[in-house]
Structure formats: structure tokens, C-alpha cells
């Protein structure tokens, strides 16, 4: 079976926790991140996972301008599964968060599966010098920063998103009270299967990165979902490449780029989002696996096509 099974690599370009001062190849611009996004399908990406960043001073923005920037090329120059991010920054509200992909209509979106604190603070202590103000103000906030997406909220984005543009999800779960969070919705009839359940490890406020941990939020999703979810993992930090590893050993699909980690190995800065794809892929395909096209990820994710999105 293993050496059958197909691995969807997911890439998350640039999200919205790290800052450009913490590395120079963080994608900012929409040249930037049409660019790492490229070659990250060219290095194996099935899916790209994408934030937007104010073009001049790196900060997240929800500006569906900025989106419409570089979403185009990236499907013009690949046939990539498009996932936009419904978490947004620390400074959104919910309906700032969500305006931009029901706009857009794309085949896939993150949901988050619970409010949670989210704690960005300690990386004040690697530097004393930043390039732009917003930065230490903005870690400094998540200090008393409750991220937000309550039951109400996760309902207004399964209907907006999910019944009103055909748009599916990588649910993000943060901890194993996510994972109860999504079978309750999945027990109301708001979300069908296929699921694909990302894990996340290693947030300040989330599930700890340690593989005990990692196998047990695996036993909970086969207990909860049986055969009707696909696994995915992802690490914060160091942990990135070791967990992913561990994930595709153990049945998983795996999600790696600089929004988690903005580092290819220790102390070595990742000079773009495809280094850290071909790393992954190497690894994965020494110990067997195959890893899927994104024609492949999308018949596993029952995904509507690229043909049906509105950019």
C-alpha cells in the first residue's frame, strides 16, 4: 500500500506570521509570491496555500486587489489547487477575513476550528532591529490576541463559502478539541465528505510538537471520521520537517513553505518556498511514496475544478 499511495504536498507561500524582517525571502510582493508559488508546483506542490501582504511594507492584508495581483498568473502557469487563507491576520474581523475568498470563489479555503490563542510574541526576543514599525507592535499584540472563529463564525464560512461557491476546506486543527469541533459539524450535515484535516503543531497556544501528540490526534481523527477524511500535518518551526516526515510514514499527507517555517534545516534560511517542497519530496519518495499531481489532490478532495473559480 505504501508504495501505492499518493502524497498531497501542500505549500503555504507566506501567510501572516512571520515578518519581513526575520528573513529577506519571505514573499511580500504579488511578484514575489506568484513566483514562489510557481516553483513550488514545479518542485511537487499539489495545493498553494496563500496570503496576501501589503506590497510595501509586508504586513497581512485581506485586500482582495492584492489577491487579485497574483492569483491569476499562478493560474495561468499552473494547474495548482488554490486554497486561500480564511484566517487572515490578527487584526481582521471575521467578515474581513472572509471577503476577499467569497469573492473569489476558489476551489479550496483554510478553516480554522476553534478560537484560540495565538501567540507570535517570543520571536521579539531574536532581534532588536526591524525594518518596519508594524512588526514588533504586531507580535507584541498577539501577547493578549485571541484569535476568533466561533461556532457562529465557522457557520457563516461553511455557508458563505462552502453552499454559496462550492469552495471545500483544509481543516485546520489546532488541537484535539478541533477535532470534536469539526465532527459536530459534520454531525449537523454542514460538511460532506471528503474532509481533509490539517494538524497543526507547534503554535504557541495550539497542540504541542511532540510526536506523541501527533499520533494521538491521529487515533482521535480515525475514530472520529473513519475513512471519510484525508490527513495532512504541518510543524511550526524546527519541528516542520521531522513532523511532515513522520506523517507521511504514518499515512499522511504533509504541508510545508514559509508561512510555518522560514528555515530549510538548522540555522539554514530557506532561500524560497520550493527548497523546503524539494526537501520534503526527497525524503517522501526515498521512502517509497509517490506524490500526487493536483489532479490527483483534487479527485481525493472531491474539488470543483479550477474551471469554477472567479479569478
Not at 515578518?19 to 495545493?47: C, E, F, R, V, Y
Not at 457563516?156 to 488541537?175: I, P, S, V, W
Amino acid at each position: 500500500m505504501a508504495g501505492a499511495r499518493k502524497v498531497i504536498i501542500t505549500c503555504a507561500v507566506t501567510g501572516s506570521i512571520h515578518t519581513p524582517s526575520m528573513t529577506p525571502h519571505l514573499p511580500i510582493t504579488p511578484a514575489q509570491i506568484a513566483k514562489n508559488s510557481i516553483d513550488a508546483w514545479q518542485a511537487g506542490a499539489a495545493i498553494i496555500h496563500l496570503h496576501a501582504r501589503d506590497p510595501i511594507d509586508g504586513r497581512p492584508t485581506p485586500d482582495v486587489a492584492v489577491f487579485r495581483q497574483f492569483l491569476p498568473e499562478i493560474k495561468a502557469a499552473t494547474d495548482a489547487v488554490i486554497n486561500i487563507t480564511t484566517g487572515g491576520g490578527h487584526n481582521m474581523t471575521v467578515q474581513e477575513r472572509l471577503a476577499a475568498p467569497v469573492d473569489l470563489a476558489p476551489e479550496m479555503c483554510s478553516m480554522n476550528m476553534g478560537s484560540m490563542n495565538f501567540g507570535l510574541f517570543p520571536a521579539l526576543a531574536s532581534r532588536k532591529e526591524w525594518l518596519h514599525p508594524w512588526e514588533p507592535q504586531y507580535l507584541e499584540a498577539s501577547r493578549d490576541f485571541i484569535f476568533r472563529n466561533t461556532f457562529k463564525d465557522i457557520e457563516y464560512g461553511l455557508q458563505a463559502l462552502g453552499e454559496g461557491c462550492g469552495t471545500r476546506f483544509e481543516f485546520e486543527c489546532y488541537d484535539i478539541g478541533h477535532l470534536y469541533n469539526l465532527a459536530h459539524f459534520i454531525d449537523r450535515g454542514l460538511i460532506k465528505p471528503p474532509f481533509f484535516v490539517q494538524s497543526i503543531f507547534g503554535i504557541l497556544g495550539g497542540i504541542g510538537a511532540d510526536v506523541e501528540n501527533l499520533l494521538h490526534m491521529k487515533r482521535i481523527a480515525d475514530k472520529l471520521f473513519g475513512s471519510d477524511y484525508q490527513w495532512s500535518v504541518l510543524a511550526a518551526g524546527r519541528h516542520q520537517m521531522p513532523f511532515t516526515n513522520i506523517a507521511g510514514l504514518h499515512g499522511g499527507h504533509v504541508r510545508v513553505g514559509l508561512e510555518d517555517s522560514i528555515y530549510l534545516g538548522r540555522g539554514e534560511l530557506a532561500q524560497d518556498n520550493a527548497a523546503q517542497v524539494r526537501k520534503i519530496r526527497g525524503i517522501l519518495e526515498m521512502q517509497g511514496l509517490e506524490i500526487a499531481t493536483a489532479s490527483e489532490a483534487r479527485a481525493m478532495l472531491a474539488l470543483k475544478g479550477p474551471d469554477s473559480v472567479r479569478f
